[in-house]
């Protein structure tokens, strides 16, 4: 019998299914997660951890887990696991993550976020509910910017990025720019899609999407001098991660007209939130990480993580692995 360690909750089906397998489960027993010192201790005898994005697998972590076979993030990106740990390799610890089931409800968001930022939807929200119901006018209050016909500028042309450029090519007729560090042969013959330069990319879009996972060369990609290449018209939308984007250059960048608006589903210091952007209410959308947040998708995330410790205790590779 092995031990499963579950730093947050986890659907009682997928736990069921490592109840079946034999496997005793160690988690939370409500919703709120377990704090991080008695995850750690669990970990003295464990044998799996399933975690999520906001739980940070260092070596202080991987240390105390010392027959740790697997680590089975419940996310695309894993930056939060210590994966290069030449011990956790040595002792063949597997780090997996769940790629694909939440392509699309990430996209989902990625345009939810672009037209609620182009057609002002919070702020027309917030204004009916205060009873503040703009009189009709060809300049009336809360006119926004159309999105069909536009061009959409992609950074970062994976699974996510192409979801988003299907939508934005096949349901609204956009041009589709993007950038990316190979080229993406398939998506340029589907959606007429044109790899360009970061700079002409920005230049040129009249929507900036960033779908690419955060490293050393894409902390601050946006950053003051990205904003200042950008048209004054445009809107930017982060689903990615956070520190992609210098929240101060943004702040500036959107205060002063020097771009349009923007959509953010992360922050670079989750989970607050600069406060400049809280305070910018015009063409600024803000969510909280809601990329995966939908019922169908987190069961699915769910399920690839519980598949993947299922294959890897029964002496199987694992379905989904990054190391």
């Known amino acids: 019998m092995a031990k499963v360690v579950c730093t947050s909750y986890v659907f009682p089906e997928e736990i069921g299914r490592l109840e079946a397998a034999g496997h005793r489960v160690v988690g939370p027993e409500s919703e709120a997660p ?9 970990l003295s005898d464990a044998d799996a951890l399933v975690c999520l994005l906001t739980d940070r697998v260092d070596r202080e972590a991987l240390r105390a887990g010392r027959s740790l076979r697997i680590v089975a993030n419940v996310a695309v990106g894993y930056e939060n696991v210590d994966v290069d740990v030449d011990a956790a390799r040595e002792r063949g610890i597997v780090v997996t ?3 694909d089931v939440l392509t699309e409800a990430t996209a989902d968001l990625t345009f939810a976020l672009l037209l609620g930022a182009a057609r002002r939807i919070a702020e027309a929200d917030a204004a009916v509910r205060r009873g503040a119901f703009p009189a009709w006018g060809l300049d009336q209050a809360l006119t926004g910017s159309d999105v069909h016909g536009k061009t959409l500028g992609i950074v970062g042309m994976g699974r996510i990025g192409t979801a988003v450029a299907r ?9 589709v720019l993007y950038h990316n560090r190979s080229r993406n042969e398939a ?3 589907e959606l007429s899609a044109a790899w360009v330069p970061f700079d002409e990319l920005l230049a040129e879009s009249d929507v900036v999407c960033v779908h690419v996972p955060l490293s ?4 601050h990609l946006f950053g003051r001098e990205a904003f200042a290449r950008m048209k004054p018209s ?3 939308v982060n689903v990615a991660r956070g520190p992609v984007v210098d929240e101060e250059a943004l702040v500036d960048a959107l205060a002063s007209g020097a771009i349009a608006g923007a959509g953010l589903d992360v922050y670079e210091r989750e989970p607050a939130v600069h406060p400049g952007l809280i305070a910018l209410t015009e ?9 995966s947040a939908t019922r169908e998708t987190r069961r699915a995330m769910a399920r690839l993580a519980v598949d993947n410790v299922l294959a890897v205790l029964a002496g199987r ?7």
């Open 283 to 291: 063409r600024v959308v803000l969510a909280p990480h809601l990329g």
């Open 167 to 175: 939508r934005g090519r096949l349901g609204f007729g956009m041009e």
């Open 216 to 219: 050393d060369e894409t902390h």
């Open 97 to 99: 993550n769940t790629p």
């Open 34 to 42: 377990l704090p991080r010192a008695r995850w750690i201790a669990e």
């Open 234 to 236: 445009v809107i930017l």
């Open 317 to 323: 590779d694992a379905i989904t692995p990054v190391s």
């Open 187 to 189: 998506a340029e013959a």
